[in-house]
């Protein structure tokens, strides 16, 4: 098992920024990739962006490329996604997830592991 703990989110103006981390323990060893989705009242729940633990390989969504940065630090275990220049539209409950699949998961049910979520507010 992994457990995945997020932290970071909270309340910012738009074109503000935020740092949202993610802590994995457990048999992290065993998964390929960390991601962030994001879920937005009454929608579905989409990816973000991802990084594969050994390459530092990253595959964005096309909404937050070029705002959002994706990083790890394998020594701590920790998945960190920086925010920057965020909108309204961003706003969300944010999720950590962690895969064993290979490739550029981008796909719910290709994630194995989840972290309860952390809210991002962005006020207009």
């Known amino acids: 098992q992994v457990q995945l703990v997020e932290s970071g989110g909270g309340l910012v103006q738009a074109g503000g920024s935020l740092k949202l981390s993610c802590v994995a323990s457990g048999r992290t060893w065993s998964t390929y990739a960390m991601g962030w989705f994001r879920q937005a009242p009454g929608k579905e729940r989409e990816f973000v962006v991802a990084i594969t633990w050994i390459t530092a390989a990253t595959w964005y969504a096309d909404s937050v490329r070029g705002r959002f940065t994706i990083s790890r630090d394998n020594a701590k275990n920790t998945v960190y996604l920086q925010m920057n220049s965020l909108k309204p539209e961003d706003t969300a409950v944010y999720y950590c997830?962690?895969?064993?699949?290979?490739?550029?998961?981008?796909?719910?049910?290709?994630?194995?592991?989840w972290g309860q979520g952390t809210q991002v507010t962005v006020s207009s």
């Open positions: 997830a962690a895969t064993k699949v290979t490739g550029s998961s981008r796909k719910r049910d290709e994630y194995d592991y």
